[in-house]
C-alpha cells in the first residue's frame, strides 16, 4: 500500500468517526499514530496528542481549597453576646473568627458558609466540647460578617468550613479596633 493512500485512509476514518450525535474532529496523519486524549467542553469532544494533553492539564486552575472540610451545627461564642474572652491564640473573641476541633489548623483561614451566605475567616480557637453536638463555633463578629445579628443567631443552623490554599488573603481581614 503506497503512504498516500495510508494517509488519507487515516484521515477518512478519523473524520467519519462519531461519538453519539457528536462528531469528534478529525486527526491530521503525523497525529493519527500518537495516542489520542479526549477531552469534553461543552457539547464538542476535541481529540488531543499527548503533548498538547500534558500542556492543557498544566493550565489547569488550581483548587482556592486544601481539601481540609469541616461541616456540621454551629453555634457562637464570644463578644457582644457573652463578653470579651481570650482564643487559643492569644487573641481576643472580638474579632471574626472560628474555632474547630482540630488544633493543627489554628491560624489559618477558612471560608465558612452558612445560610448561603460566605465569609472568609480565621481559626483562632479550638472547640466546641463535643457532648455539645456542634461542630463549629463562631464569633460575633464573623456572625456579623455573614450579616446576621449574633443575639437572634440560629443556634444548630448548618455550616461548612473549608480551609484556603491562598495565604495572601490573611490581608484582605480587617481588624476591629478594640
Known amino acids: 500500500m503506497e503512504q498516500g493512500t495510508k494517509e488519507r485512509i487515516i484521515k477518512t476514518t478519523a473524520t467519519a468517526a462519531a461519538v453519539g450525535s457528536v462528531a469528534v474532529p478529525a486527526v491530521n496523519a503525523e497525529q493519527a499514530h500518537a495516542p489520542a486524549y479526549h477531552t469534553r467542553t461543552g457539547d464538542q469532544y476535541h481529540v488531543m496528542t499527548e503533548q498538547q494533553a500534558t500542556a492543557h492539564h498544566r493550565h489547569r486552575r488550581r483548587s482556592k481549597y486544601t481539601g481540609f472540610v469541616v461541616s456540621g451545627r454551629t453555634s457562637t461564642f464570644g463578644w457582644p453576646a457573652e463578653g470579651d474572652g481570650m482564643t487559643a491564640d492569644g487573641g481576643s473573641t472580638r474579632r471574626p473568627c472560628i474555632?474547630?476541633?482540630?488544633?493543627?489548623?489554628?491560624?489559618?483561614?477558612?471560608?465558612?458558609?452558612?445560610?448561603?451566605?460566605?465569609?472568609?475567616?480565621?481559626q483562632c480557637d479550638t472547640g466546641p466540647a463535643s457532648w455539645t453536638g456542634r461542630d463549629i463555633d463562631v464569633t460575633g463578629m464573623a456572625v456579623y460578617k455573614l450579616h446576621m445579628n449574633p443575639f437572634s443567631y440560629p443556634t444548630g443552623i448548618w455550616g461548612v468550613a473549608r480551609e484556603l490554599r491562598k495565604p495572601h488573603l490573611e490581608a484582605k481581614l480587617v481588624k476591629p479596633s478594640l
Do not use: Y
Not at 474555632?99 to 480565621?122: M, N, Q
Open 99 to 122: 474555632a474547630l476541633r482540630s488544633s493543627s489548623t489554628l491560624g489559618r483561614l477558612f471560608e465558612l458558609t452558612e445560610d448561603h451566605r460566605h465569609t472568609i475567616v480565621k
